[in-house]
């Protein structure tokens, strides 16, 4: 089933979140099942011990409406940061192409003015690039589904563990990492190309990872040409 998560890692670092989410009270009236959300948000993190000032870092793989929505909240009349202690990290990449979208551009989303910007604003949104280590974390380049894809490896555990965002939204498309999600993707070519270089290294490395639409943590290994997930 498709679904939209936010991981919570507990490391030496400190709290980390990879994406943040849909969001709470944010206007969406383009897609009706995100319009006005009210989730028990805050709550989910209290009932695992993670008060918003806790949070170290928030990493965005991407700026895409359904990774960005609880960095901010409705308070005082205006969005503010959830976490207002975290280090917000994104690629520069990603930074530069969507905050200068105009409001005209096929590209752009609200999310970016009531979710990404007040980040800025607020000084807590650091731009960053592939190959910089991070809290508890390596940054590596995923660019095709967004200029600025990023997936992150985590560092210091005990076998290969990484998360890789949107790198694919289906299962179906380890069999077929040519596949595009619908039209989600800003390369598709590109985004295939990065799938295979990806899928290749978590079935060689017997790497656990989580996909932000796929729910649980998955492996795969190789069947013939393509991948599988494991016990499959």
Known sequence: AFCNQVLVVKGPAGVALIDAGTGNDKSRPQEPWWNQQHLPFLETLASLDIQPEEVAFVFFSHFHLDHVGFATSWRDGRWQPTFPSARHIASEREIDYYLSLPSDHPQYHPCIEDSVRPLQDAGLLEAAKPGDLIGDFRLHD???HTPGHLIFEALGSD???WFVGDLLHHPAQFAHPEWP???FNLDDAATAATRRRYFELFADS???FFAHHLGNAVQIGPH????????N
Do not use: F, Q, V
């Open 206 to 208: 017997g790497a656990t």
């Open 159 to 161: 076998r290969p563990l």
């Open 224 to 231: 013939g040409e393509a991948w599988r997930l494991k016990g």
């Open 181 to 183: 999600s619908a039209n």
């Open 142 to 144: 995923g660019a095709g």
